[in-house]
């Protein structure tokens, strides 16, 4: 047999998220699948979002493992071309790519043959990563619309900061640059498109959403009707019976105040849980909740047992997932829902 943890993937969850997202938003969905769709295997979600109106991937081999799989829906290169390779096999492959720095305008212009690339032309509204600045965007559109190789142009931005506090500024910059021109628009992420319906433009491209958590601290996935999609799961292998003043784990830093019985977990951060997550960070035994004990180490996690009468060797453990929000962990280990998703760890099978 072999060691029992898992991540098990709801393709349901996924189909039916979908479905929430498009009775909030009327525009044309692209559905992030990058980063091997947040850990849920890319071409498993591509499978179970095939209602997506288009994908939005990073890396044009998965793109191509995508449009191999069968789906023809339009797929946007995230961060665009890499070299004027990416760009015949985008052209070949009828894919779409973000345009965002002077140096892939060079790329267009190498490329020899007419084509009808779409170029997501992208703007720098205050976040500072990718982009053109919004004053450079005209003469960009000008050179876009005379180019042999480019067909349709979409704009698009990205917020700092869609998930709390204001987006008026670089909403505002981008709406003015966006007004003299007739072109689709992109603008949300899935925060964005949960709190500003306003902003949909014809694009929106939910990631995080679909995978069934929460973009926000203080609304939770199941109040927004999504259903997480990954849990990640494990077994008991060892029990102990604890001694008041016995400690737990690497650099004791847990020591029982009374006699407890604590339970051995295979996971560890070598399979993606986070060392960060200290005593407390809430774990399901057997169904019901109870609590971390001491350092997670490299195979092997801590969990307190004492209250949990029924629970041995061989109990099933949720470390996430179904009934424990990826959320509650993440918030335990000072990270992000999307950091534990997708950072699971090759040796972590990924079934369903
Ligand atoms: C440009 C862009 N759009 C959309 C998304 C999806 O964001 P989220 O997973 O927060 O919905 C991302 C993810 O990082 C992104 O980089």
Same mark, same amino acid.
């Given at each position: ?53 288009? +994908? ?11 449009? @191999? ?9 995230? @961060? ?25 305008? &060079? ?18 509204? &205050?976040?500072?990563?990718?982009? +053109? ?15 042999? *190789? ?6 698009? #931005?990205? +917020?700092?900061? $869609? ?10 910059? !981008? ?5 003299? !021109? ?8 899935? *925060? ?22 929460? %973009? +926000?601290?203080? #609304?939770? $996935? *199941? ?30 830093? !847990? ?26 960070? %809430?774990?399901?035994? $057997? ?33 996430? &997932? @179904? ?6 962990? *993440? ?17 972590? %099978?990924?079934?369903?």
């Amino acid at each position: 047999m072999s060691r029992p943890i898992q991540a098990r993937i709801d393709a349901t969850a996924l189909a039916q998220n979908l479905r929430v997202i498009r009775k909030r938003s009327a525009s044309r969905i692209l559905a992030v699948i990058k980063a091997d769709a947040y850990g849920h295997g890319v071409l498993r979600a591509a499978e179970a979002l095939e209602e997506a109106d288009g +994908f939005g991937l990073l890396n044009i081999r998965d793109a191509l493992r995508v449009r @191999e799989a069968g789906h023809r829906q339009p797929i946007l290169l995230l @961060e665009g071309c890499f070299d004027a390779n990416d760009m015949a096999l985008a052209a070949e492959h009828g894919l779409s790519c973000v345009v965002h720095s002077d140096w892939q305008l &060079g790329l267009l212009d190498a490329y020899p043959k007419r084509a009808a690339l779409e170029v997501w032309l992208k703007i720098n509204t &205050g976040m500072n990563r990718l982009g +053109f600045n919004p004053q450079d965007v005209p003469a960009v559109i000008a050179r876009l619309r005379g180019h042999a *190789a480019v067909g349709n142009v979409v704009l698009m #931005t990205h +917020f700092a900061n $869609a998930d709390e506090g204001s987006i008026d500024a670089p909403l505002n910059l !981008f709406r003015d640059i966006a007004a003299q !021109f007739r072109l689709p628009r992109s603008l949300a992420n899935s *925060a964005a498109l949960l709190r500003y319906p306003q902003i949909h433009g014809e694009w929106v491209r939910p990631g995080l959403a679909l995978y069934g958590a929460s %973009p +926000f601290a203080e #609304t939770s $996935a *199941a109040a927004l009707g999504l259903k997480p999609v990954m849990t990640l799961s494990s077994r008991v292998i060892a029990v102990r019976e604890l001694r008041a003043g016995d400690e737990v784990g690497y650099g004791a830093t !847990f020591r029982a105040e009374r006699s407890m019985r604590v339970g051995i977990v295979a996971c560890g951060y070598a399979d993606g849980y986070p060392r960060h997550a200290g005593t407390g960070t %809430p774990v399901l035994v $057997a169904g019901q909740r109870t609590r971390s004990l001491g350092r997670v180490s490299m195979d092997m996690l801590c969990v307190d047992l004492s209250a949990l009468s029924g629970a041995g060797v061989g109990s099933e453990v949720v470390l996430w &997932g @179904e009934g424990l929000p990826v959320e509650e962990i *993440a918030l335990s280990a000072g990270t992000i829902s999307y950091e534990l998703m997708c950072g699971l760890t090759a040796r972590v %099978p990924v079934v369903g």
